[in-house]
């Protein structure tokens, strides 16, 4: 009988987002970011490669590795599931350009934990969530012989996947007057770096249903509240370190938002941008009343259609621009780390990305204890910050390379004035 013939592999263009990160990779750091999922049982590998496979087939824009055109980079779908890895002593190793050439995302087992690691260009944090939850799916259903509904962003594994995944939404919603880029730098924190490249996570463990009084108690969101927090530590550590008012830098937070909340889309690629609320400590001391009033009101003038249309017109111009299209990718790359370096990371102390309440079909809750979220440093400052929320937990997890964990301990310190209660853990204590 002869042999059926392989069906090619999939190849998608990288969406608008994506085509930066590439180009903003160093020997020393990639965009990379982290989603897991902790099981009440210890994990069975080869039910978990087999569940992998499936995965594999059912989201090929994000079991894919980076390829490298003549004018732009292109995600290329997997033949097969990669190797299970076992975990690292720390999460978020340097994930280099060979690896991704074979393979942008990884997959990490340690004991009851199952986590994947996404280059940036693959996805977002939204689409990340999804494939976390149906690998996790797929590995229950076939490890205990259960049927999990197609509820709360399981999606049928059975099924091709639909063209509207794959779909990069930025150029059909952007708006038709472009933004300004211009804005002011941020002070940014320092330290000594850690040597051997350890990583340093720490995670705040906070009741929902306190965190959400206090919130509700401020008439604000979870999100407004936490970036309140987080705003008001980054005040107090520069305070800290500069007590002269007048020589003190902006305090400006980067918090990424779900566009597909403002937008018809149901892509599983990138689709956030992000709003960026500032405080000017020249101007004097802050009560924590003004700065949720500060974050509240940022967000809500800039997170309409309206707005984020036009951020969005300009990042699709540039993309469009027939000059540079016809750039050959070694030069548009200098162009786009350019613009990464000066336009980027200046522009805020930290990301405080939350990924909000994750929910999942009730048939599969009683195996899950908690979901993580972490995302990498940045490339040139030393924290980044992501956070949600499972159960009646709120899990946010702090990363940073350098070695004292002065923001973490303003942090707690912010929380406990405040009057919630909180449970810190680290790996300090794993390496």
């Avoid at 999922?37 to 087999?50: E, Y």
């Avoid at 594999?56 to 292109?74: D, E, M, N, Q, T």
């Avoid at 040597?195 to 009084?213: I, N, P, Q, Y």
């Avoid at 997170?303 to 469009?320: C, L, R, W, Y």
Wanted: aromatic content about 10%; glycine content about 4%; proline content about 6%.
């Amino acid at each position: 009988m002869a042999k059926k013939p392989s069906m090619p592999l999939r190849w998608v263009r990288l969406d608008n987002a994506a085509k930066i990160y590439p180009a903003a990779r160093r020997n020393n750091w990639s965009n990379v970011f982290r989603q897991s999922v902790t099981l009440a049982d210890d994990v069975d590998t080869d039910v978990l490669k087999s569940a992998l496979e499936v995965a594999v087939k059912r989201f090929p824009s994000i079991a894919a590795r980076l390829r490298k055109g003549v004018f732009w980079y292109y995600l290329e779908q997997m033949a097969a599931a990669p190797d299970i890895r076992e975990e690292y002593s720390y999460p978020l190793t340097h994930m280099s350009r060979g690896e991704m050439r074979k393979c942008a995302f990884r997959v990490i087992v340690f004991r009851n934990r199952i986590a994947v690691e996404f280059f940036h260009s693959l996805t977002d944090g939204t689409g990340a969530l999804i494939f976390l939850k149906n690998l996790v799916a797929e590995y229950l259903e076939q490890k205990y012989s259960i049927s999990i509904p197609l509820e709360d962003g399981i999606l049928d594994r059975k099924a091709p996947p639909k063209e509207e995944e794959l779909e990069d939404c930025f150029p059909k919603n952007a708006g038709p007057v472009p933004a300004s880029r211009k804005d002011t730098d941020a002070w940014h924190m320092s330290g000594e770096p850690q040597r051997d490249g350890f990583l340093h996570l720490t995670c705040f463990k906070v009741s929902v249903e306190e965190a959400l009084a206090m919130a509700h108690n401020y008439h604000v969101t979870m999100t407004v509240f936490m970036s309140a927090v987080m705003m008001k530590a980054l005040l107090n550590l520069q305070n800290e370190k500069n007590p002269n008012a007048r020589r003190r830098k902006r305090i400006k937070l980067l918090i990424p938002v779900n566009l597909r909340q403002l937008f018809p889309c149901s892509t599983l690629r990138n689709f956030a941008m992000y709003t960026v609320p500032e405080l000017d400590p020249r101007l004097g001391e802050y009560t924590f009343e003004e700065i949720c009033a500060v974050i509240k009101h940022k967000i809500g003038a800039e997170f309409t259609p309206k707005h984020m249309g036009s951020v969005i017109a300009t990042n699709v111009g540039d993309e469009q621009n027939p000059l540079v299209r016809l750039i050959p990718l070694p030069i548009k790359n200098l162009v786009m780390k350019a613009i990464f370096d000066s336009v980027g990371e200046k522009k805020s102390c930290l990301t405080l990305s939350n990924l909000g309440q994750v929910k999942v079909p009730e048939a599969m809750a009683s195996y899950i204890r908690r979901f993580d979220f972490i995302l990498g440093v940045q490339a040139a400052a030393p924290y980044n910050c992501g956070m949600l929320s499972y159960g009646d937990t709120i899990y946010i997890n702090f990363i940073r390379d350098i070695k004292d964990a002065e923001l973490e301990r303003h942090f707690f310190a912010v929380l406990q004035e405040l009057g919630l209660s909180v449970t810190v853990e680290s790996n300090e204590n794993e390496r």
